[in-house]
């Protein structure tokens, strides 16, 4: 009897190990089918291709899925394909542990054939016109395709290197794409109507008028009539540059657009604060606020923050008297190291350093040095008139706004030319 119970003992251990055998097998191949089917990498199209020479390549891509989900999207893809270039070139593709690669052969044949006449790279001026030298193409048959050549220009309106690009097709639906590069040199000789960099202080609301209104020397301008004047300029689709880009322009190195402007308001009085930043919000256009960091300058950054408004330098604490040129600012009278130490404070307070306001528009060249030195990108006087291209970028003048002007008077004082009225009132 005792010789049966362990008999019986040992087949039931054996079938259990048996099924557990199976259940280890079958989550196995359970585990190995979802990852097959849940995680991988494929390439969609061929894996060798071969092209004409700057035949142009659609690349089909390749499908990915994690977890069941499309990440196709997600794939890096790596390549040095030339088609301009005869030889054998690679498409990678990666996701995590998964890769794929996809071999491109170009050939020495163009078809069809799209040649360009003059240069394949060319140079020319910013601000000058550029003068196409002409291109031919002819698909496999020699019939004439040259007027069916499309031309992709760039703007050509920043110094550097630019391409335009030549695409022919043939009736079969093949593509030749080639380039020409353009290499845009800085120019500083052009003609243009400059650029106004606007001069305001101080905004109110004629509901509510400041006890100091008459004596600021007409340094408030009232609300309505600044909602007003930035209304007319999004009407007029103006473009409002960066102080960055105020510089490649100075430079000769950017093209602006004809209507652009650069608004500014001194001092950051809380007048513009309180009354000045709703309006900018309302009208959702950028000006600078120079401010004077000193006191509650550091304050007023942190309390007043808008998307509209970029807070630059107006000194830290030179905004003060106990100079003896111009209007008398202490700025002209300190060392260099005092200037400097004011600036690069003013810049921390303000987190930015991109441009400097003369405090009074005083300065002399040690001035206009020093606030190069702490590394500003421009600075701007009180004297009148347009930024041009060539102008010493620390000595920017601008154009004074006044309590009281009329609408036609700043359009009159910053539209280009062609586009001003006769009446200065």
Known sequence: ????????????????????????????????????????????????????????????????????K?????????????????????????????????????????????????????????????????FSAEDSSGAQLSDQVKVEMPELNKAG?????????DSSGKKTRVTRKVEVLPNTEYETPGLPICMFHYVYDENDPPE?????????????????????????????????????????????????????????????????????????????CFMITTGKGARKVRDYPSEYVSYQSHSDNMHRPGGTIGHGGIFTALSEEEALADLKASIEKCGSGDAFAY????YTQQCRDAVEKAGFLCAVTTEGGKAKPGMDPMLLPRVRMS????????????????????DQL
Not at 74 to 82: R, T
């Open 359 to 362: 405090p009074y528009g005083d």
């Open 403 to 422: 309590m009281g002007q009329t609408l036609q008077r700043f359009q009159n004082m910053v539209a280009p030319p062609a586009s001003q009225s006769g």
């Open 1 to 68: 009897m005792m010789r049966k119970k362990h008999s019986s003992s040992r087949k039931r251990k054996m079938v259990v190990a048996v099924c557990l055998l199976a259940a280890v097998v079958l989550l196995g191949a359970g585990a190995i089918l979802y990852y097959q089917t849940q995680y991988y990498l494929i390439l969609n199209g061929e894996k060798k291709v071969e092209l004409n020479l700057c035949q142009v390549y659609e690349d089909p891509g390749v499908s990915a899925k994690r977890a069941g």
């Open 212 to 288: 100091d209104l008459y004596q600021r020397f007409g340094n408030y301008i009232e609300c309505h009539d600044l909602e007003e004047e930035l209304r007319w300029l999004k009407s007029e689709n103006y473009y409002f540059p960066t102080w960055t880009e105020v510089r490649d322009y100075v430079d000769g190195k950017l093209l602006l657009p004809e209507k652009s402007i650069v608004l500014c308001f001194d001092d950051g009085a809380k007048s513009f604060l309180k009354v000045g930043i709703p309006v900018l919000e309302k009208c959702q256009v950028p000006a600078t």
């Open 70 to 134: 499309d990440v196709s999207g997600q794939v890096k893809v790596n390549s040095d394909l030339n088609t301009e270039k005869p030889g054998t070139y690679k498409i990678t593709y990666s996701f995590g542990n998964l890769s794929a690669e996809r071999e491109i052969t170009v050939g020495d044949k163009m078809d069809p054939v799209l040649k360009l006449s003059g240069d394949n790279s060319m140079k020319v001026k910013l601000g000058e016109a550029f003068e196409e030298p002409g």
């Open 161 to 169: 290197t630019s391409e335009i690009f030549y695409t022919v097709s």
